[in-house]
């Protein structure tokens, strides 16, 4: 039972206390969490992506209220390092220290930390009957609003349980993928046209002949400067082309001889 009246010693023990009790409630969490993420990809593995979408949701919960959790611990550290401010004879809590105040009177029965109830009970009696309502009711909006969001009890939306599903079964190492990325996975297929090896399968006949032709390494300088001897009436054909690529390089040689004169 809390005591009748303000003790100043035991109100900071018992913020103390609250902070360990706090964190040791976070660990179980964080180790139940883990078990049922364990669960979830086993029941990916098998098929049951249902039974994994409604278990996922609770650990989605569970993760809100992991949250809720921490934000309290810090809530609790800051009124023992800004103690001093709590001590005061005042029926309304210092500016620096009226956040904490109000989150925790406001969101303590919702965790199920006794020490942090305790210290509920300790701080509504200090600051009065007419704070502490107006604290649980968060007339002035003096609640976090952090706090505020993780106690909204809502249905986690088809997006963030997709996203669940697929971070668990990438850290298990199963192959799952959710209807909805498989749908746009189809849409941008179709969106995007044939493959490569479709279009090569499309194309007339003598374009692959043309394709098959072509070179896998593209020919070096030196070989397209060099040509190759052929026989028969290809002959003259190739005399006629080293004749005028000589003229080309003796047209060359002499303009590059003018410029040196410059």
Known sequence: MPPSTWNTAKAKVQGLLSVQRLRIAQQKKEAHAKGSRRDIALLLEKGKTESARVKVEAVINEDVNLELYELLELYCELLIARFGLLDQNTRDPDPGISEGVCSIIHAAPRTEVKELLVLRDMLMHKYGRDFSAAAMENRSGCVSERIMRKLVIETPSEELVDAYLGEIAKAYGVKWASASSITA?????VVGGPSGS???ES????????????PDIPPTEDETGKPKASAGGKSHQTEHSKEETEDEFAVLARRFEELKKR
Do not use: C
Request: charged content about 25%.
């Open 185 to 189: 996975a189809a849409q941008g297929s």
């Open 198 to 200: 479709d279009t090569l």
């Open 203 to 214: 194309l007339p006949l003598y374009s692959r002949e043309i394709s098959d032709k072509l």
